[in-house]
């Protein structure tokens, strides 16, 4: 019984890290540009939720479209003023531009809001439920169920819309795409959104159950890497199956070795699938 | 070798450094300056030559720390003596690492000498052996000359200035045999490289070898300067962010870049944490994030760049 609940509370934790690997995944799929920062955004959105509920006073209602807006906004600008410059560069240049934002975000948050961890409240969302023997808090429940339904939209809207397309069209042929009458600049300005805004997302629901601080995006950012080399870089569905299995794995390992060596078990198997796999479970070519 | 007045010039100042200077603080930047460019110039070698991003150099700065101040907690050895082991080590753990990792391109292999240090720091932080995450101590006091244990920094400057001249020394070598060629070639794209029969894989090894035996070099006299170490500041990301933004910022894949990049962005981080104190190295690594930001944005060549074309000859214009 107790090894359910751990498998389910996983299964939860698995789904936010799901989705914010999924935007990791498809500005990796779509330009082939690895965000460093990428877990330094999960970290900013996590302390916009915490700031909107104790400076605003606003709930999870309102403070995760806040995120998502804001984070998006975010992508964009550092597309414009970054990435899109950076991509033309050596590959050293472009592992610079995006590592060199996550050192100023990451410390930014460190000076202006201290190393002192926080959090929201635990009764932000209220209780824990108990179904058939399984104590579930609704906090996770909320943050797993609405990252799990968030994730499975954006394969809809990339697979399923004409703004899908056209993304994927800009993503396998830049030049064709414009031949269409696509400009990649905005499609590719738009994917950096939509990636940001899903750690926007992400880390409006973890900061409802999980401490905040500065440093939380460095951890978090290997674990978008590792769910992205696991579901093969630029699926979202693979995203969602490896950041499930991933959340799973971290849970019994920290449940039956000890909290110390998931990690060392979840970076082991990315060294492992890199090196044995490298294009994923789900990855093509 | 256009510039070589300019060279001897900069090794002289270099070298009188500690004698011009009779502040300890200035004395001990000078000191510090050498080492991060001991370390940025053999990242260089894998990062910068060979053009193989690795953001986990910590791990070999950290293995040569480790053996130093383990072999002095263990055996009771100076701590000197743990840098040769340290390198053999380094050089062992290079080829496990990298044997696998050289197959992946660009970011993958980025990513994964990430994950490589991570483990190693994490793993530190749980080995009572060598510490776990309270770390280690060296000597607290001199038992004899072997200890390198000295209050002055001056010592140590010309200690770190022989490393950094041998290691510079054999870049040079390097740069100029085929094996700098073959370097070059790889750095333009692995795909070309094999195909004008370059052996990329052991190449790539050769680069990553050497440089891991000169950071775990640089690691052990760190160690033996400092005479403490624990995870964070021996093995912590940050150490590897470090030598990536050196030698960037002075030119990667350039002789003196690491050099300069170090003589820019030491004496800044000194300065700031000793404004600052304990904050100060938030806002150091504010500084170095926006500083690594605008290279890559405006100027991937570093300053070498900019060196390069403001003595390039301007072609004569031909009437």
Not at chain 1, 194 to 213: D, K, Q, R, V
Not at chain 2, 38 to 51: E, Q, T
Not at chain 2, 181 to 203: E, K, N, Q, T
Request: hydrophobic share 55%; glycine share 12%.
């Amino acid at each position: 019984m107790i090894l359910l609940q751990v498998i389910v509370s996983g299964l939860l934790m698995g789904s936010v890290y799901a989705l914010f690997s999924s935007g990791l995944t498809l500005i990796w799929g779509m330009m082939n540009v690895v965000n460093f920062a990428h877990g330094d955004f999960v970290m900013l959105a996590m302390y916009v939720a915490f700031f909107a509920f104790t400076l605003l006073k606003v709930g999870p209602l309102l403070f995760v479209p806040l995120a998502a807006a804001l984070l998006f906004m975010l992508g964009v600008v550092v597309y414009l003023g970054l990435v899109r410059h950076v991509v033309r560069g050596p590959p050293l240049a472009q592992i610079l531009g995006t590592f060199g934002l996550a050192l100023v975000l990451r410390y930014a948050a460190f000076w202006a809001f201290t190393a002192n961890f926080v959090s929201l409240p635990d009764n932000l969302v209220g209780g824990t439920f108990d179904i058939g023997g399984l104590r579930i808090e609704a906090s996770r429940l909320l943050g797993g169920v609405l990252a799990l339904v968030i994730t499975i939209g954006m394969h809809l809207i990339l697979t399923r819309t004409a703004l899908g397309s056209r993304l994927l069209a800009v993503s396998e042929d830049r030049s064709a795409a414009m031949l269409m009458g696509i400009r990649p600049d905005r499609m590719q300005a738009i994917a950096w959104g939509f990636g940001a805004a899903s750690t926007g997302i992400a880390g409006a629901l973890i900061a409802l159950f999980f401490y905040i601080s500065p440093t939380v995006g460095e951890s978090l950012a290997l674990v978008a890497f590792v769910v992205v080399c696991l579901g093969g870089f630029g699926s979202v569905p693979g995203a969602l199956i490896a950041g499930l299995a991933i959340g799973v794995i971290e849970a019994l390992s920290g449940y039956l070795i000890g909290a110390v060596y998931k990690d060392v078990l979840v970076y082991s198997l990315f060294l492992i699938v890199l090196w044995v796999r490298p294009r994923g479970l789900m990855g093509t070519s | 070798m256009k510039h070589w007045p300019i060279a001897l010039a900069g090794f002289v100042a270099i070298a009188a450094w500690p004698l011009l200077v009779h502040d300890v603080f200035l004395q001990r930047v000078g000191a510090l300056v050498l080492l991060a460019a001991i370390s940025a110039s053999a990242w260089n070698l894998i990062g910068g030559y060979a053009g193989q991003v690795s953001v986990g150099h910590s791990i070999y700065f950290g293995i040569g720390a480790y053996a130093a101040l383990t072999l002095y907690t263990e055996l009771g050895w100076p701590p000197i003596a743990g840098a040769p082991i340290g390198m053999v080590v380094s050089m062992l753990i290079a080829v496990v690492i990298g044997t696998p990792t050289f197959r992946l391109r660009g970011h993958y292999f980025s990513m994964a000498t990430i994950a490589a240090a991570e483990l190693a720091r994490i793993l530190a932080s749980n080995w009572p052996l060598v510490g776990a995450a309270v770390g280690l101590m060296g000597p607290p006091r001199p038992r004899s000359v072997a200890d390198l244990s000295f209050i002055s920094p001056v010592p140590y400057h010309y200690l770190f200035l022989a490393a950094l001249v041998a290691l510079l020394g054999l870049t040079w070598a390097m740069q100029r045999s085929r094996m700098g060629y073959y370097l070059a070639a790889i750095r333009g794209g692995d795909r070309a490289a094999s195909s004008l029969g370059v052996p990329v894989l052991r190449y790539k090894l050769y680069a990553l070898l050497l440089s891991a035996a000169f950071t775990s070099l640089a690691g052990s006299l760190y160690a033996v300067m400092v005479g403490f170490i624990d995870p964070e500041s021996a093995l912590g990301i940050l150490i590897s962010v470090k030598m990536v933004i050196v030698a960037a910022l002075g030119g990667a894949g350039t002789l003196f870049g690491p050099l300069v990049g170090a003589i820019i962005l030491v004496p800044l981080e000194e300065t700031t944490n000793a404004l600052y104190g304990g904050s100060g190295t938030g806002i150091t690594f504010i500084i170095y994030g926006a500083i690594i930001v605008f290279v890559a944005r405006f100027q991937p060549g570093g300053i070498a760049e900019i060196w390069r074309k403001l003595t390039e000859r301007r072609p004569t214009r031909v009437s």
